[in-house]
């Protein structure tokens, strides 16, 4: 019950979140080449994970999480993100998914 009560919290959140890791990785001095990007890309990318993450936990398996992944990773090398970056942003998004649930 609590995990469930977690993950309608995060997803109702989604659009908060999002935005909270777009500003991070815009003041961010590891994550440079994400500012490149076209805007507001990387904030619907995470939206899409934070809103959906009840279907990502539970209707994916993982080939489907891997496919996604490896969809993300081609993407940012055909925009000549440095995959240091791209980790970089991944614990953007753990930090600030961590920060969000204390307060809450």
């Given amino acids: ?26 003041t961010n001095a590891q994550v440079t080449h994400f500012r490149d990007l076209p805007a507001r890309e990387l904030r619907e990318r995470v939206y899409e994970i934070y809103r959906h993450l009840g279907e990502w936990l539970l209707g994916k398996n993982e080939l489907d999480i891997e496919h996604r992944y490896r ?26 998914l961590w920060e969000f649930l204390k307060s809450a």
């Fill in 71 to 96: 969809e993300i990773g081609a993407r940012r090398a055909r925009q000549r993100v440095l995959v240091s970056e791209v980790i970089q942003v991944i614990v953007l998004t753990k930090e600030n």
């Fill in 1 to 26: 019950m609590f995990s469930y009560r977690l993950v309608r919290l995060i997803e109702s959140h989604a659009d908060a979140l999002a935005e909270g890791l777009e500003e991070r990785a815009q």
